[in-house]
């Protein structure tokens, strides 16, 4: 099947939320980088009452309050909304015109390397990794089937995970120095995540550099609410920060990222509390939250540091930059060289201050930033950030998980291979 012009429904299905985006492309439309992104939204507190919000290019957005008691509930609402007037999307006007749908999975364990076609089978591997991702994939799952009931199992749909992209790394960067034993009985390993953003970084980097797959050897920094890095070998992920879950790495808006294992059993019995606890309190919080006392938001942070020249929040930005560093130099090592660096998502994307202070004393490997083109990098914009001439480049591109799940949704569907060309 090669259809023109398919209405792809992305959904990214989490434990209490939902986002969704609908996006038309084609294999032509891939290739002019013509996809267009017809209308969007997210839904918080299902489960109760819960707050919409839907996004329609060039009109305002839509908030509507109301209560939805499962992600069935929530799909039917987004559904609703897409094939309504108030969507103003005139080409989707019936359940039949959404072609497919490409849902984002956390973990696809040892078994999924790649984007596939879901069927029964696939669902039940799924849920096999649920063990690995107890508070994700159960919510993927029920996304998926939401959608199988409400549109029917003849719409084709396709999963995307987040840990596939790193299926590449070697035993080196993915064992744990622990018995053998345990990775063999329990698949415990590492596994990375952000791998959807990490390749299509990638993916944009080469374009942009005119420069074939295998030429691309950098290293990509995810820097949102969540964050990791990854090396880029060979245009293959051969390492990256975030390990069995998404806790190991750098420090993030409430996660601690890397810390002594031993902290854990030591502090559960200082307070009288689980392991578990423990682990929830390095989630939810840690990280800018923890160390700050004030918020996990980056942007507050600054605003916050500018204004009051708080201590605790200077050195939580510190603490935040310095590990990012930390992980840059243990990759460029890995690598051998590298010949970029690049930032993405919402800090990496917009906040000059933080690039510039991650790349801070970062000379003496050939990296020096250009304040101007720096500071001109923000709102989705993409560039070089570097004064040319060095050894190693700094690059900000806007990282698009949504329009990568749309492609391989139309790849595998079209061609069963979800690679890029
Ligand atoms: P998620 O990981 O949930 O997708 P985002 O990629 O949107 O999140 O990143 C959210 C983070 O980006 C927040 O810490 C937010 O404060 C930060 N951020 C967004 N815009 C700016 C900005 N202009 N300056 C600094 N930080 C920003």
Not at 151 to 174: C, I, K, R, W, Y
Not at 245 to 257: A, V, W
Not at 348 to 377: K, T, V, Y
Request: charged letters at 25%.
């Amino acid at each position: 099947m090669l259809r023109a012009g398919m209405h792809v429904l992305v959904v990214n299905a989490g434990s209490s939320t939902l986002k969704f985006q609908l996006i038309a492309t084609d294999p032509d439309a891939m290739e002019r980088d013509a996809d267009r992104r017809l209308v969007s939204g997210s839904i918080e507190r299902i489960g109760g009452h819960a707050l919409v919000t839907l996004r329609r290019p060039g009109r305002p957005r839509l908030l509507r309050e109301m209560p939805l008691r499962d992600h069935r509930a929530a799909i039917e609402q987004v559904l609703r909304f897409i094939v309504s007037d108030e969507s103003g999307v005139d080409e989707v006007r019936a359940l039949g015109d959404v072609h497919a749908v490409g849902h984002r999975v956390v973990h696809g364990g040892q078994r999924f390397r790649q984007s596939v076609r879901i069927d029964t089978e696939v669902i039940h591997a799924i849920e096999d990794q649920v063990e690995l991702a107890p508070l994700h994939n159960p919510a993927n799952l029920k996304g998926i089937r939401a959608i199988t009931d409400l549109l029917g199992p003849g719409v084709p749909q396709v999963a995307v995970f987040d840990t596939a992209f790193h299926a590449t790394m070697p035993e080196t960067s993915f064992l744990y120095a622990i018995p053998y034993s345990y990775y063999r009985r329990y698949g415990l390993r590492r596994y990375g995540f952000h791998g959807t953003s990490h390749r299509y970084v990638a993916f944009r980097y080469r374009k942009l550099r005119g420069v074939p797959r295998e030429a691309v050897t950098i290293v990509t920094l995810h820097l949102g609410n969540g964050c990791s890095a990854c090396a880029i070998k060979g245009g293959d992920s051969f390492d990256t920060s975030m390990g069995f879950t998404p806790l190991e790495g750098l420090m993030m808006g409430t996660r601690s990222g890397d810390v002594d294992p031993s902290l854990v059993a030591w502090l559960a019995e200082k307070e009288g509390t689980s392991a578990a606890d423990v682990e929830r309190m390095l989630n939810n919080q840690s990280g800018l939250l923890g160390v700050s006392g004030l918020t996990s938001d980056m942007r507050e942070l600054l605003a916050e540091e500018r204004e009051h020249q708080d201590r605790r929040v200077t050195l939580a930005i510190d603490m935040f930059c310095a590990r990012v560093r930390r992980y840059v130099g243990a990759f460029l090592a890995e690598l051998g060289g590298a010949e970029a660096i690049v930032f993405t998502g919402g800090i990496g994307e917009n906040s000059p201050a933080i690039r510039a202070r991650i790349c801070a004393g970062l000379g003496w490997l050939g990296l020096e930033l250009d304040p101007a083109r720096n500071d001109a990098c923000t709102d989705g914009a993409t560039g070089t950030i570097h004064v040319p001439g060095g050894r190693l480049a700094a690059w900000v591109i806007p990282t698009d998980e949504e329009l990568l799940i749309a492609r391989d949704t139309v790849r595998v569907i079209t061609t069963g291979d979800p690679r890029t060309p």
